[in-house]
């Protein structure tokens, strides 16, 4: 199993990124797919979730409204947009593969909820 997540890099608050995350290796469309990020010196936090057919989403209270999950089965590939970025969002942005056929989210997932990782992509938002 391969998660592979791009997009991250260094914006000024207020700016946009798109992350995406590539898997391979398991059947995709039946896994809830997630994003954490982990600030510096910090724990791994909930970010964002979207259920196995995109009909459930769930979002951490600190990026709601400004961040979107979005997947393609397709593609087999999981987005997070991400917009009026802060500097406390600042962290490595990790996607994650879990709770196959979960029909609808309710609160911030834990990591513990979720058995695939990918190895993480830096976003640094400056003042």
């Known amino acids: 199993v391969q998660l592979v997540e791009s997009g991250g890099g260094s914006v000024q608050t207020g700016g946009f990124l798109r992350l995406s995350c590539a898997a391979s290796g398991l059947p995709f469309n039946v896994y809830t797919m997630s994003w954490f990020r982990q600030p510096p010196g910090k724990e791994r936090d909930f970010v964002a979730a979207?259920?196995?057919?995109?009909?459930?989403?769930s979002y951490a209270d600190s990026v709601k409204g400004r961040f979107t999950i979005s997947r393609n089965n397709g593609a087999n590939t999981v987005f997070l947009q991400m917009g009026s970025l802060k500097p406390e969002d600042t962290a490595v942005y990790y996607c994650?593969?879990?709770?196959?056929?979960?029909?609808?989210?309710?609160?911030?997932?834990?990591?513990?909820?979720?058995?695939?990782w990918g190895q993480g992509t830096q976003v640094t938002v400056s003042s």
């Open positions: 994650a593969a879990g709770r196959p056929y979960m029909n609808k989210l309710v609160g911030d997932d834990s990591p513990e909820d979720y058995s695939y």
């Open positions: 979207i259920t196995w057919n995109g009909g459930s989403t």
